[in-house]
């Protein structure tokens, strides 16, 4: 454990390298901090951070500098999680109030809102499809041999898709198979269809397999999409000395055009806490170089979807917290999603 004094300077040490991307020095800290303490003081105390793994030593300055050591001490102990202002409070609540009519609308409002406010890209991907309850399939004749399928779920994800016959049907036909379907199907969870549908319905299967087949197929094809990921602010990154490195930026480019990784990146961590991996605390290889912070969001039971930031391990992450906590807050007051 680290004593009082040692908290402080490590505090110190680490906001104003977030602050100003550049070395730490003693006379910086007294400066700038106000720490009672003679500069040959402080100096002692960086040199035991420094020792005992919280601080790094850089070879063209005789300031310090984080470690990832150092950053996950001040996550855990030291941050301060209400790091928001009057105004900042003010422009979520406003961007929040926005009508949406799905969910995954509303993650990419608040995906958009963190990325405005903390200037770092954000990651968001809606609720997983396999976790959610189907509601209802409503079927819609739009010609005789054409009719779509909209299927709602219980997180307000509404997906779409157009059936095509190879012989005509009627109303009448319409109206069964929509009975036919929400009755097998309704209140089922997407997960739990691990059958081929065809199971499902076998006992009321009173039509042609020209009829039923190419219905199944376009509902097994429509819940089976690939998430859909979403990307706000990615040019921001590119303001940041860290991404002065070629070799960074283009790790980073690559990180976001890869999709899998992505999807592995969001849905990491525990639902509903704020995650935080820096540098080498991530799986994957290709994230080393950068911290993530990954935000699980659930209100009223049901899965709004996952929000991630990727930055420089030199990420403000007292900002980050923040804005994300308060966001969940909001989200959480609203109990009429």
């Known amino acids: 454990m680290l004593d009082e004094r040692k908290k402080k300077v ?40 420094e020792k ?41 609540s406003s961007k929040l109030e926005t009508k949406v009519n ?19 890209t954000t990651v968001s991907i809606g609720p997983k499809t396999n976790n959610q309850i189907i509601e209802e399939i409503k079927f819609v004749l739009l010609g005789t041999r054409m009719m779509m399928a909209v299927i709602l779920t219980d997180t307000g994800l509404v997906k779409e898709t157009i059936i095509k016959f190879d012989e005509d049907i009627t109303p009448k036909q319409v109206e069964t198979i929509n009975y036919m379907f ?13 059958r081929p ?4 319905l076998y006992d009321e299967m009173t039509y042609s397999v020209n009829v039923i087949k190419p219905i199944i197929e376009q509902i097994k094809k429509v819940l089976e999409e690939d998430e859909k990921i979403y990307l ?9 000395p860290e991404f002065n490195s070629l070799e960074v930026a283009k790790n980073f480019v690559s990180i976001l055009d890869t999709k ?39 209100v009223n039971g049901k899965n ?3 929000i991630g930031i990727i930055g420089p391990k030199r990420m403000d992450y007292s900002k980050v917290i923040s804005v994300m906590k308060y966001i969940n807050k909001k989200l959480n007051e609203n109990k009429d999603m």
């Open 52 to 92: 005992n793994g919280y601080l790094d030593k850089t070879h063209t300055s005789s300031g310090r500098i984080p470690s990832e050591k150092g950053y996950r001490y001040y996550v855990d102990e030291l941050i301060n999680d209400n790091d928001i202002s009057k105004e900042e409070i003010k422009y979520i």
């Open 182 to 194: 929400n009755n097998k199907l309704k209140g089922q969870p997407i997960e739990t269809i691990d």
């Open 197 to 200: 549908l065809e199971e499902y």
């Open 232 to 240: 706000e602010g990615a040019n921001k990154s590119f303001d940041l």
């Open 10 to 49: 490590l505090q110190a040490i680490v906001e104003q390298y977030i602050n100003t991307a550049e070395p730490v020095s003693s006379n910086a800290i007294i400066c700038h901090n106000g720490l009672d303490c003679s500069s040959a003081t402080i100096r002692n105390e960086m040199a035991e951070l």
């Open 304 to 306: 709004l979807g996952t």
């Open 260 to 298: 899998e990784l992505m999807s592995d990146m969001l849905n990491s961590g525990f639902a509903e806490d704020i995650n935080v991996y820096i540098g080498e605390e991530n799986e994957k290889e290709e994230l080393k170089d950068f911290s993530v912070v990954t935000f699980k969001h659930n």
């Open 102 to 120: 799905e969910i995954e609308d509303l993650t990419k409002i608040a995906a958009n809102t963190i990325s405005e406010i903390t200037h770092y």
